[in-house]
Nanobody, 115 residues
């Protein structure tokens, strides 16, 4: 099992940047596909970006070219660099660890993009 703790959220102006981090405790971090999801008020949770065990990445169309996901298996960490932020990026961002028959979620970190 793995426990996840997100950090790095906050208030930022449109066009600004934030870097989210997720630290995992537990074993075998390198065996999990890691993902960042977000949920805006009144909307369903959606995938933002994911990175597999072999570092293959996938992004939602709405964030391609602006967000970058990365992982550091030595530090049990996955990060999301968010640039050129827009008001529509405002949401609670959740970290997810996934492998067959098991999935774990963090409690989320709030990102607010507003002037």
């Amino acid at each position: 099992q793995v426990q996840l703790v997100e950090s790095g959220g906050g208030l930022v102006q449109p066009g600004g940047s934030l870097r989210l981090s997720c630290v995992a405790s537990g074993r075998a971090f390198s065996l999990y596909t890691m993902g960042w999801y977000r949920q805006a008020p009144g909307k369903q949770r959606e995938l933002v970006a994911s990175i597999t065990t072999w570092n293959s990445t996938n992004y939602a169309d709405s964030v391609k070219g602006r967000f970058t996901i990365s992982r550091d298996n030595a530090k049990n960490t996955v990060s999301l660099q968010m640039n050129s932020l827009k008001p529509e990026d405002t949401a609670v961002y959740y970290c997810n660890a996934d492998r067959p028959a098991y999935s774990s979620w963090g409690k989320g970190t709030l990102v607010t993009v507003s002037s």
